[in-house]
């Protein structure tokens, strides 16, 4: 065992991905306490939550001194993107995840595109524009259907899949002249529209070594048959059998193999997530986009089945160190549905209460999202994705038949989920 000082550890963030990097740090023989900023109701009721948003560069700093943390351990993009790490890093605090420069490869889809085009990683091809006429010129020589994308951060809604020319035209007018989307929406992608089944490859990365975590689907529109508006996702699992062990191979050697060289030959030293959005094409699998952090729900079922200590990996990382050479994960398969409020995700009502049963059963669990925790340890319903119902089973079927139980045991008022979540697997 390790004779050094237990860690104490903060999570900055305050979703159904904060909830299950809390849960299993908090299982760590080498962890002393965990704490997070600002988290939310489920945190609250196991941990210390200090009110201090997830964007407050240098409060979240202040903070990490104050409380005298070992680790931080970043959630969401936008602290990447800010530079938190950087920050953290010059008053000598460890943190999980890239700097800002590495954060670029999600805060930016022109530095990505590029980054992809000049070290030869399979990606849709593309064009970048800031003015609207040579934007509308490529379309001429590129009709519909074509992807219209704002460069900048737009919690996953940047991204139109113009269907007719007008659509398009539309969406690159809306983006460069509009406004939509503030000045994330200032520089634009439009990228051929790709075809296949998509999948999400996460991997725990130190410089240019790395650990791929089980291959995942998660379900981003918020009806049934993949319908309807784009969300943050209503749900996931893992593995799916799409990606074999010879595709994952040919992922790793053919995308993130390259594309730690390439960040290595740019001089960006990456340590974090690396998690590809990843099409299965006819003509093999090409990067949709690169996040720098865990995905959301994607986390809620990845976590519970690695069958080794998170911080390990998470240590390792953040000190630029070597990862063990191989790290376990548990058989079967796991699945998170999630219960959304009634209207998400447009607007939606807050502050329902939350009834919960009194027994989960073996292999369940509830990762709370957007919830708050009052005085009395009421919880009540604080944003648009409330809560993850996950299942670990034997099998993808069992997991969804445990979830899915448990899902009609917690209500609030316009609680909504997708009864379809994993229908691709189940079905093949
Ligand atoms: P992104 O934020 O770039 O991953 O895009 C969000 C979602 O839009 C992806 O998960 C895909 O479902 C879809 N998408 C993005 N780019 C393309 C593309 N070139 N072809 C087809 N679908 C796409
Ligand atoms: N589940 C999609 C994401 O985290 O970006």
Known sequence: MD???KLKILIVGSGGREHALLQKCRQSPLVDSVVAAPGNGGIAAEAICHPVPADDVPALVGLAQSEGIDLVVVGPEVP??????????????????PRRDGAQLEASKVFCKDFFARHQIPT????????????????????????????GLAAGKGVIMAETQAEAEAAVRDMLEGGAFGSSGAEIVIEETLYGEEASIH???????????????????????????????????TPTSKIDASLQARIENDVIQPTLAGLKSDGI?????????IMLTEKGPKVLEYNVRFGDPETQVLLPMLADDLVPLLLASAKGDALP?????????????????????????????????????AGTAIVHAGTERDNDGTITTNGGRVLGISAQAPSLREAAQNAYALCDQVNFKGKYLRRDIGHRELNR
């Open 124 to 151: 849709a091809e593309y064009a970048s524009f800031t003015e609207v006429p040579p934007a509308l010129a490529y379309l001429k020589d590129h009709p519909a259907p074509i992807v219209v994308k704002a460069s």
């Open 3 to 5: 004779a050094s000082p």
């Open 325 to 361: 050479s191989s790290v376990r994960f548990h058989e079967g398969a796991a699945m998170v549905v999630v219960l959304a409020a009634g209207g998400y995700p447009g607007s939606y009502p807050k502050g329902d209460p939350i009834e919960f049963p009194a027994h989960l059963a």
């Open 269 to 277: 030293d990456f340590r974090g997530t690396l998690y590809a959005g």
């Open 203 to 237: 991997a725990i990365v130190s410089g240019e070594d790395f650990v791929c975590l089980p291959p995942s689907q998660d379900h981003k529109r918020a009806g049934e048959g993949d319908t309807g508006r784009n969300t943050g996702g209503m749900g996931a699992y």
């Open 80 to 97: 990447l993107s800010l530079g938190l790490v950087d920050a953290l890093e010059a008053v000598g605090i460890l943190a999980y995840g």
